[in-house]
């Protein structure tokens, strides 16, 4: 009875796969995760992506402009996004995402932590560009 | 009440029987009653989202509480999704699209995704049904499908185009479209499901109740498949949600990276 019900629990297939707007895959690197911390210099919310930039220092003290790719708007605001009132100018976040394949300061947001210690999904998860 | 609905209901108590404590919570969700048009038909009107972009677009609390709401309802999952039945030559264009990572995807250049891929996207859909016809307004690409349903057969004038042509009838309670004239621009579900212009689609569209239309889709593709390519997927009610704009191509970088990429394949190509 308890594994039925397990099972009938867990079960709800989708068949379907999905991908973001474009392919994950060819643009980015599901093999380099990273978790970046930065200043919120601007913010492009538009589509078919949300963009932001952040100005990251390292150890030397060298500051860097890395650019971030997210969901569209409309998937941004049902999950609790509201534009030019989430993400600011000026405000220090932490970025988890992944690198792209190519350009060496582009990343897919996948969740920002704002300085308060709230997390919001920012882009999907990484995907494999199909089976 | 057909055989169909008779086996339908059967499996419900059945299930709902051997799972008492996942069903209590959503009984009264699930009992909610199909609603029903002038003509007496099911009213399929509403805003909907696929269940495999529910994680997408709501998040995996969602995805919990749909899991739960299909056990109080008795509603059996969708079968796991077939291969698509590829014939050997088109099996190797779905390859050569895999092992690019998709950086060939249509919608990738926001072109109109086709039939059946348009309703799996994380955005949602609103059918308004009317007398004679359905109007499906996609907030995907700000795509839209007038269906006739009042016994009219395709235009003899189709040019091919990335949804089709689409004409409806009733079969039962379950809505039966019949779609053909599509281009060969599209991807059909996932990376590289290619197919030609003599792809014909069958959707049916089945209320079983009052959140959820069962949506069953068969692909016919005489120059890629050999035999009808099926799958199944829950549409899920959204109370209260609304169909947004969407213009896709507005900032779309997508295009200069890919022609970056395209470049130097070996820096997304498999090995």
């Not at chain 2, 995805?63 to 077939?82: V, Y």
């Not at chain 2, 621009?185 to 990376?191: C, F, Q």
């Not at chain 2, 016919?220 to 947004?244: A, C, N, S």
């Amino acid at each position: 009875m308890t594994v039925i019900r397990a099972l009938a629990c867990g079960l709800l297939l989708s068949t379907v796969s999905l991908a973001a707007h474009h392919s994950f895959a060819a643009q980015y690197d599901a093999d380099k995760p990273i978790t970046i911390s930065g200043t919120v210099v601007r913010v492009e919310w538009t589509n078919p992506h949300m963009h932001f930039y952040l100005d990251v220092k390292d150890e030397r003290g060298t500051v860097t402009q890395w650019a971030f790719e997210g969901y569209p708007p409309n998937m941004l605001v049902r999950q609790g996004w509201k534009r030019e009132v989430t993400l600011k100018p000026g405000t220090a976040v932490t970025v988890a995402g992944w690198r792209a394949r190519i350009e060496p300061n582009l990343v897919a947001a996948r969740e920002v932590t704002f300085p308060d210690g709230r997390k919001l999904t920012a882009g999907p998860p990484a995907g494999t560009g199909g089976q | 009440m057909n055989n169909h609905h008779t086996i339908r209901l059967t499996a419900a108590l059945l299930i709902a029987a051997a799972l008492p404590l996942c069903a209590i919570a959503q009984s009264n969700a699930a009992a909610k009653q199909v609603p029903r048009a002038a003509d007496g038909k099911p009213d399929l009107s509403g805003v909907w989202i696929a269940t495999g972009a529910l994680r997408l677009m709501a998040g995996e609390a969602e995805l919990a509480a749909a899991r739960q709401f299909d056990i109080a309802a008795g509603r059996a999952p969708a079968p796991p999704a077939e291969p698509p039945p590829y014939t050997p030559e088109a099996d190797k264009r779905r390859q050569y699209y895999l092992d690019r990572r998709g950086i060939d995807d249509p919608m990738a250049r926001c072109l109109i995704s086709g039939v059946p891929r348009i309703s799996f996207r994380p955005l949602p859909f609103q059918i308004v049904q009317m007398p004679g016809q359905m109007i499906f307004l996609y907030e995907t690409h700000h795509a839209f499908r007038i269906i006739p349903t009042d016994g009219r057969a395709h235009p003899d004038d189709i040019e091919p185009s990335y949804l089709g042509d689409s004409v409806a009838r009733w079969d039962g309670d379950t809505l039966v479209v019949d779609v053909t004239g599509f281009n060969d621009k599209t991807w059909l579900i996932g990376v590289g499901t290619v197919h030609s212009e003599k792809l014909r689609v069958t959707e049916r569209y089945d209320r079983d109740t009052y959140s959820t239309i069962r949506y069953q889709v068969t692909m016919e593709d005489p120059e890629v498949f050999t035999k009808p390519w099926r799958t199944e997927e829950t549409f899920r009610l959204r109370p209260g949600e609304r169909i947004r704009e969407y213009e896709c191509i507005e900032n779309n970088e997508d295009l200069l990276r890919i022609e970056r990429l395209l470049q130097n394949e070996s820096v997304f190509k498999r090995p």
